[in-house]
């Protein structure tokens, strides 16, 4: 039984990396109904920034805001200079832009900091906080700073002129201009936060599975398995769909075998798509013809 | 020429086209000072073209001025922010925000907080069925309160020029007689000028002090709209009578 608790606490700790990538994936996909496949690389290269910070001797704090803000602005600017001009363009020229847009990050991360594997700090300390045997405190510490992230989103979504005007900016953007909302600012405003989750879930995740140009491949996966769980239009339930993926993943890892945890993202994927392609809160689509 | 003369909108050979398919052909009209246009015209005469063409959302050639100053070519949310609010085609209801959140979407350009907050109660005394369903998904709304809706949502720009395309589409026609109530009441109390779509010709000509008949996307006709009322053509192919 300790050992369950302790598979199913290890993997909410995973499962809130899951969460804050499948829910900038959403965030994504709500304005442009697609999917970026690139989130994790952009993702992977903030973390790498913030290497460069943490080397360079900046506090870990320090280096994590600057980061942010970082992966903000360089989410902001991809939607102005490389996105917005495919905006009208058919579906697969865009997937393609952003697929181009993750061997690009991958390659220059490369090119930058070599492929070689490096290690990255946790903030929190080595020690189980509470003397618990459940939890290691850089679990306890991520899942803390997912969910902080989550309600802050949340709040500002929620409750601000702001978060509302890029609600209905994704929503309908036409009938956003109609009420003088400056749509194109609010889609590079949502790569910006999208980005931003990204890096502070690469930053949380880094330390454990280690920083290296390939780090986001699985997590994105399992990321957008979570989306797809959830609802990929449904951005409450994508962050339940990446917990609930986290939690299914180790459990299975620890009692199935941990060569099958990848396959289960792909059974959850397909499986998802096959039986309920709009998730478990996401909206069914009817196209009228 | 005085500042009162100058019309609130101004629009000289107006021309629209989606893609390779001309829908205007130099169209002129004004809307005065807190006056009310209507236009009239067939199904596929080019009515709602008009509109979005007033507020750049298509491909548009022409003059247009607002209050004597260009607009044309500027971007339609630019064009929204000098006070011009638009009652769309279709209702463009944002379906998955509360009925709420749609009016303050609304509000979005301005920053006089308090007055909001006001005008929020002056949406609901108009249309008390928006303040039972304020927490609902606006996508739920039948369509007739969706169109309530809309109206609201454009008042709440507090705009000087309210673009009207067929706000009686949909509504019940007890509905629709309030609905033109509380619009001359608005026109009269705020001097909102108003350009108004409407298939429905006998509402829109008693509502209207100008009339413009647009037939495959020229005006063939123009006056006031009493002229317009008593003009035999219009009559037995508009109003039915």
Redesign the interface.
């Known amino acids: 039984m300790d050992q369950f608790l302790h598979q199913v606490l290890s993997g909410l700790a995973t499962g809130g990396i899951y969460a804050s990538v499948a829910l900038a994936l959403v965030m994504i996909y709500q304005a442009t109904h697609l999917v970026n496949f690139a989130q994790g690389e952009m993702a992977m290269f903030a973390t790498y920034l913030a290497w460069a910070l943490l080397q360079a001797g900046v506090p870990y704090w320090g280096a994590f805001a600057i980061t942010v803000a970082g992966a903000f602005v360089l989410g902001v600017a991809i939607e102005r200079i490389i996105i917005r001009p495919v905006e009208n363009a058919p579906i697969l020229a865009v997937v393609i832009v952003f697929i181009a847009l993750l061997v690009i990050f991958n390659s220059i991360a490369g090119w930058i900091f070599s492929y070689t594997i490096k290690p990255f700090p946790s903030p929190f300390p080595k020690e189980p906080l509470f003397g618990n045997s459940y939890v290691s405190s850089h679990e306890l510490g991520s899942m803390s700073i997912t969910l902080v992230v989550l309600l802050l989103l949340f709040v500002f979504f929620r409750f601000t002129?702001l978060g509302?005007?890029m609600?209905?900016a994704a929503?309908?953007p036409?009938?956003?201009?109609?009420?003088?909302?400056?749509?194109g600012w609010m889609l590079a405003l949502g790569w910006g936060l999208a980005a931003a989750i990204g890096a502070i879930a690469g930053m949380m995740v880094a330390p454990t599975v280690f920083l290296e140009p390939n780090m986001m491949g699985g997590i994105l996966l399992y990321a957008f398995a979570g989306a797809l769980l959830g609802g990929i239009d449904s951005p409450g339930g994508a962050v339940l769909g990446g917990f609930l993926v986290g939690v299914l993943e180790n459990v299975v890892g620890a009692y199935i075998g941990t060569e099958l945890k990848l396959t289960l993202a792909l059974v959850v994927i397909v499986g998802v798509l096959v039986v309920r392609p709009s998730g478990m809160f996401g909206k069914v689509h009817v196209v009228r013809v | 020429m005085s500042a009162s003369s100058v019309p609130l909108l101004d629009v000289r050979g107006l021309a629209a086209q989606y893609g390779p398919t001309r829908v205007l052909h130099g169209i002129d009209f004004a809307v005065a000072e807190g006056g009310i246009t209507t236009i009239l015209g067939a199904n596929g005469a080019g009515k709602t073209t008009l509109l979005r063409a007033v507020?750049n959302?298509i491909k548009t050639s022409g003059e247009v001025r607002l209050a004597g100053a260009r607009i044309d070519g500027q971007?339609?949310?630019s064009i929204?922010?000098q006070g011009v609010?638009?009652v769309?085609d279709g209702r463009?209801?944002?379906?998955?925000?509360s009925v709420e959140?749609n009016l303050?979407?609304?509000a979005?350009?301005r920053r006089d907080r308090s007055e909001v907050g006001a005008d929020f109660e002056r949406m609901y005394a108009h249309f008390p069925r928006l303040k039972e369903r304020r927490r609902q998904q606006a996508g739920t709304l039948s369509g007739g309160e969706q169109q309530m809706l809309a109206v609201s949502?454009?008042l709440m720009?507090r705009p000087r020029l309210l673009l009207l395309d067929e706000p009686s589409f949909g509504l019940a026609p007890l509905i629709v007689q309030q609905l033109f109530e509380i619009l001359r009441g608005i026109n009269q109390s705020d001097r909102i000028g108003m350009l108004l779509v409407e298939q429905n010709a006998a509402m829109a000509l008693a509502l209207a002090d100008q009339a413009y008949l647009l037939e495959t996307g020229r005006v063939v006709m123009s006056g006031s709209a009493e002229t317009i009322r008593n003009d035999e053509s219009v009559r037995r192919s508009y109003l039915g009578y």
């Not at chain 1, 036409?174 to 749509?183: A, T």
């Open positions: 002129p509302l005007a609600r209905a929503q309908n036409v009938s956003s201009r109609l009420v003088g909302i400056r749509v | 507020c959302m971007a339609t949310e929204v922010r609010a638009h769309p463009g209801t944002f379906m998955n925000l959140e303050r979407v609304g979005h350009v949502r454009a720009l």
